[in-house]
C-alpha cells in the first residue's frame, strides 16, 4: 500500500500545541472530526483505549496511533510532525515528533494490517525518515 493512498496533501498538518500525548491526540481528532464530519470525543476516546492497550510509540521518535471508528467506510490516514516532540511512552523512551495517524473502518479486514506494515517500513527507511524531518 502506497502511503499517497492513505494520506492526501490536505491531512499533513502541523500540531504546535501539544505539549503531552493525550493533547496531541485530542488536536489531532478535532482535526479529523472537521474533516470527516465525526464527533471528536469519539475518536479521541478510540484512540486513547488503544494507547491504554499499549503505547503505539514506536521508538525512534515515531508514533502510529490508530483505532477503528465507527462511521468510517474507508481507511483515512494523517501525518503531523511536531516542532516539540511529546514524551508518547515509546518503546525506546524517547519522545516522539513525527506522527501518522490512521483510523479504520469497523469492517476493514486485512487492508488495514498492510497499512500498518506500509507506515513501519517506511519508518525504518533512515532516509524517509530524515525527509520527514
Known amino acids: ?7 492526501e ?4 498538518v502541523y ?7 493525550e493533547q496531541l491526540l485530542h488536536d489531532l481528532a478535532s482535526r479529523v472530526a472537521t ?14 483505549a488503544r494507547e491504554e492497550l499499549g503505547s503505539t510509540g514506536l521508538g525512534d521518535g515515531f ?3 490508530h483505532a477503528r471508528i465507527e462511521g468510517l467506510d474507508r481507511l483515512f490516514g ?10 508518547f511512552d515509546a518503546i525506546d523512551g524517547k519522545p516522539v515528533d513525527l506522527v501518522f495517524l490512521l483510523l479504520i473502518p469497523p ?3 486485512s ?4 497499512a500498518l506494515a506500509s507506515i513501519s517500513r517506511h519508518l525504518r527507511d533512515n532516509a524517509f525518515a530524515a525527509r520527514l524531518r
Open 1 to 7: 500500500m502506497d502511503l499517497a493512498d492513505l494520506i
Open 9 to 12: 496533501p490536505g491531512r499533513v
Open 15 to 21: 500540531a504546535g500545541r501539544a505539549s503531552n500525548r
Open 35 to 48: 474533516l470527516l464530519n465525526l464527533d471528536a470525543q469519539t475518536i479521541c476516546n478510540a484512540l486513547q
Open 63 to 65: 508514533a502510529l496511533p
Open 78 to 87: 494523517m501525518f503531523t510532525r511536531l516542532n516539540r516532540p511529546v514524551h
Open 107 to 109: 469492517a476493514a479486514g
Open 111 to 114: 487492508e488495514h494490517l498492510a
